[in-house]
């Protein structure tokens, strides 16, 4: 196990440098034809949720454009889906890849190791901290944000309903794209359609842009600007060892011990709206829905709540839940609910659903016997 040193940071910027360069060669490309792919978009749907195991090397840009509140705790997830993120990236497999997230501040790096385990380089404190535990649930983070994880998921979780339908190909960052188009059956889900280009062979998904269902510009847009089809050297996806490096350990809190135990046991399906499988070990924490129309509820501890509410309430609409009460936050993609009952927890439901179906859900949701 090796710790970036100063020295090695030096090596670093020729090469952010040279793919800068790289990153300038698709518009130098872009008006070159693109040969139509020989691929079905069942074909290339296929592929794409099979290339977990396709490596590559990159620089991607992510824009998000939600107009979410600042909530308490979640600051990081705030400005990670409010403007844009770019980032390296460097991928073996699920289990080895790092991901460089680059700031005017500096960089922050995630290394993801099946030998080491995970760990995170802070260039502005030159500070290694090796993340101890497992992570059965975690709040969203940038390398979610990679078109290929991103469109795995979307496609992963749209229905045997969802509707696919081919797009013109692209050249993005510098390769020939296939395009498929996913289109929600569900009237309730806050998306429109799912915008995805990969590679036809290797099913290598390169760019991913959603659409809201108000929206006539995709809200979310993640796309390589260069993008290398080989595979990262074992150097590359394991820190280097140095001098003056500050190294730490952080456990990861014990999420089942934080969320278990705030609530009554949640039913299997809120009206007819049924349960999906959720978290193993985590009875209280649910997801319910289909398709891309998917949202989760969460109950949570009186005081992460209470606060919740408070911060909610100055940017969102208190709305009336049976004998309850409620606030709304929605916005182009994703509707956030705080749902209080007299005699039940606070409940947290979010998804890319509708207000109304939020709404319509929270009245299902159980008290304290």
Not at 93 to 119: F, P
Not at 137 to 152: E, G, I, M, N, T
């Amino acid at each position: 196990m090796r710790v970036v040193s100063r020295q090695a940071r030096r090596r670093w910027v020729s090469v952010a440098a040279g793919t800068a360069l790289l990153c300038g060669l698709p518009a130098l490309v872009g008006a070159w034809p693109v040969p139509v792919a020989a691929v079905s978009v069942a074909q290339l749907r296929a592929r794409i949720l099979s290339s977990a195991g396709v490596p590559y090397q990159g620089y991607v840009e992510s824009t998000v454009d939600l107009g979410l509140p600042s909530l308490p705790d979640v600051g990081d997830v705030t400005s990670l889906l409010d403007g844009t993120t770019d980032q390296y990236a460097w991928y073996l497999s699920a289990a080895d890849w790092r991901a460089d997230v680059l700031t005017t501040a500096g960089e922050t790096d995630t290394y993801q190791s099946a030998a080491y385990g995970t760990y995170e380089w802070n260039y502005g404190s030159n500070l290694l901290t090796q993340i101890v535990g497992s992570e059965p649930v975690r709040l969203p983070r940038a390398a979610d944000l990679l078109p290929p994880a991103l469109a795995q998921r979307l496609l992963s979780y749209a229905g045997t309903a969802t509707r696919v339908s081919p797009l013109p190909a692209e050249r993005v960052g510098g390769v020939d794209a296939a395009g498929l188009r996913l289109t929600p059956a569900e009237s309730t889900s806050t998306i429109s359609a799912v915008d995805v280009w990969a590679v036809p062979r290797t099913g290598l998904a390169v760019k991913v842009e959603i659409f809201g269902r108000d929206s006539t510009t995709p809200v979310l847009v993640s796309q390589f600007l260069a993008v290398s089809l080989t595979r990262p050297s074992a150097a590359i996806l394991t820190p280097e060892l140095g001098g003056g490096v500050n190294f730490a350990t952080s456990t990861l809190p014990e999420v089942t011990r934080i969320l278990h135990g705030y609530g009554p046991e949640l039913p299997s399906s809120l009206g007819d709206v049924a349960r999906v499988v959720g978290v193993p070990g985590l009875p209280d924490l649910a997801a319910y829905g289909s398709g891309l129309a998917r949202f989760a509820v969460i109950p949570l501890p009186p005081s992460t709540g209470q606060s919740l509410i408070q911060a909610a309430t100055t940017a969102g609409v208190t709305v009336q839940l049976g004998s309850g009460t409620g606030v709304i936050i929605q916005t182009p993609l994703v509707t956030v609910l705080l749902s209080q009952q007299p005699t039940g927890p606070i409940y947290l439901l979010v998804g890319t659903v509708t207000a109304t179906e939020l709404e319509r859900a929270a009245q299902w949701l159980p008290e304290y016997p």
